[in-house]
């Protein structure tokens, strides 16, 4: 499985009460945005969550 890059713009939402802390991204790539972010897709659901888990018990080991 080949890993693939997308470049989009990314935010989190400050405004509403219901979108409020939503991360968002504009994979339109429409004017005025600088792009970002870097979102690797696939991912390797299980190493991710190897990966995750070490550094949690990494920062409770602290």
């Known amino acids: 499985m080949g890993a693939a890059f997308a470049s989009p ?3 989190v939402e400050t405004g509403p009460v ?3 802390g939503t991360t968002v991204a504009d994979v339109r790539r429409l004017p005025g ?3 970002n972010a870097r979102v690797l897709t696939p991912v390797d ?3 991710a ?3 995750l888990v070490g550094a949690v018990e990494a920062l409770e080991s602290r």
């Open 18 to 20: 219901l979108t409020r």
């Open 9 to 11: 713009w990314a935010g």
């Open 45 to 47: 659901e299980r190493a």
């Open 33 to 35: 945005r600088p792009l």
């Open 49 to 51: 969550i190897r990966v």
